[in-house]
């Protein structure tokens, strides 16, 4: 499998992306999305995303801050074949912010793959991944507005051990991958290309 992560520009042109199976986007590719406005026709930041799917003939998925009746909350948009197929939110809220907490993670065949998408605070929580690893899920996809310290890259490293799941990761301004040994590659270009042969792996533990 072919995965590029973009993490600025919005979502607009397919001669940004190179070929790949799904493109995944940071925050900014969608920016915030208002339900009413887009259902109205006031903004087309979903049909754009929906017709770069077609166009570059990849799934899409998009961060972003969608609101609705005047509730935020961090989100991930998904794309593929030129139609929004979901929205997941973020499911936990901490001390106090802003966001409400939404309907949680996500599950979507995407390139012929199973793929589980995590959205900013649900990063933290291990049963998050422990539940997506239980879905059959061949890939984990976590999306990150900023990269406040070094806590991110070492969760994904562990969660693609434990569960024998590779890990892709936008986090602000930089790119991740996390395989099944542990190893980690990072980037900070505007647009990274990883390529995975996307074959889960199990451990043998012994315990006493």
Same mark, same amino acid.
């Given at each position: 499998?072919?995965? $590029? ?6 979502? +607009?042109? *397919?001669?940004?992306?190179?070929? $790949? ?20 026709? +006031? ?14 003939? $990849?799934?899409?998925?998009?961060? $972003? ?17 030129? +139609? /929004? ?19 949680? @993670?996500? =599950? ?10 995590? @959205? ?5 929580? *291990?049963?998050?991944?422990?539940? /997506? ?18 806590? *991110? *890259? ?13 890990? =892709?990761?936008?986090?602000? +301004? ?16 505007? =647009? ?17």
């Amino acid at each position: 499998m072919r995965l $590029c992560v973009v993490y600025e520009g919005q979502i +607009k042109s *397919p001669s940004v992306l190179p070929r $790949c199976d799904i493109a995944v986007f940071g925050f900014e590719g969608l920016g915030e999305i208002d339900y009413e406005s887009e259902i109205s026709g +006031k903004t087309d930041a979903l049909e754009e995303a929906a017709r770069l799917s077609r166009l570059a003939r $990849c799934a899409v998925v998009g961060g $972003c801050v969608t609101c609705g009746r005047g509730l935020l909350r961090k989100s991930a948009c998904v794309f593929d074949n030129g +139609k /929004l197929i979901g929205i997941c939110d973020m499911a936990h809220v901490l001390d106090g912010e802003k966001f409400k907490a939404g309907c949680g @993670v996500g =599950v979507y065949n995407l390139g012929g793959y199973k793929v589980g998408i995590v @959205v900013e605070n649900d990063l933290l929580f *291990p049963e998050v991944f422990k539940t /997506l690893s239980h879905c059959g899920c061949n890939l984990f996809l976590v999306l990150l507005s900023t990269l406040c310290d070094g806590m *991110p *890259p070492q969760l994904i490293r562990s969660y693609s051990y434990l569960y024998g799941i590779p890990t =892709v990761m936008c986090a602000g +301004k930089t790119a991740y991958f996390a395989d099944t040994t542990g190893a980690i590659a990072t980037s900070k270009q505007a =647009v990274t290309l990883f390529e995975s042969d996307m074959k889960n792996d199990y451990h043998l533990v012994s315990t006493r």
